[in-house]
């Protein structure tokens, strides 16, 4: 069983810069993909971008390309999405995600997490 807990959402301006953190228990983190998905309001629930379990491959939505940066601490069992550049289409709750994986990966698709944070608010005002 694994709990994730995010921290780092808030209220910033267009243009500005939050990074978000994702604490994880247990004492295999480090054989887990992470991934970092967000929903709007009257919005599905999507992929940001995804870490296989060595930080080794990523995946981003095209959406973040070249604005957000999927990392992960295995030593502290920790995530990270800094987010650069942000316009008010980014607004939206954040959820941390994990799933144990055999092989080096980073995991797209929503299906494949079995564990789910309960999500922190980030809110671009133009």
């Known amino acids: 069983q694994v709990q994730l807990v995010e921290s780092g959402g808030g209220l910033v301006q267009a243009g500005g810069s939050l990074r978000l953190s994702c604490a994880a228990s247990g004492r295999t983190f480090s054989s887990y993909a992470m991934g970092w998905f967000r929903q709007a309001p009257g919005k599905e629930r999507d992929l940001v971008a995804a870490?296989?379990?060595?930080?080794?491959?990523?995946y981003y939505a095209d959406s973040v390309k070249g604005r957000f940066t999927i990392s992960r601490d295995n030593a502290k069992n920790a995530e990270y999405l800094q987010m650069n550049s942000l316009n008010p289409e980014d607004t939206a709750v954040y959820y941390c995600?994990?799933?144990?994986?055999?092989?080096?990966?980073?995991?797209?698709?929503?299906?494949?997490?079995?564990?789910w944070g309960q999500g922190t608010q980030v809110t671009v005002s133009s």
């Open positions: 995600a994990a799933t144990h994986v055999v092989g080096d990966v980073a995991l797209s698709n929503e299906r494949d997490y079995a564990y």
């Open positions: 870490i296989s379990e060595s930080g080794r491959y990523t």
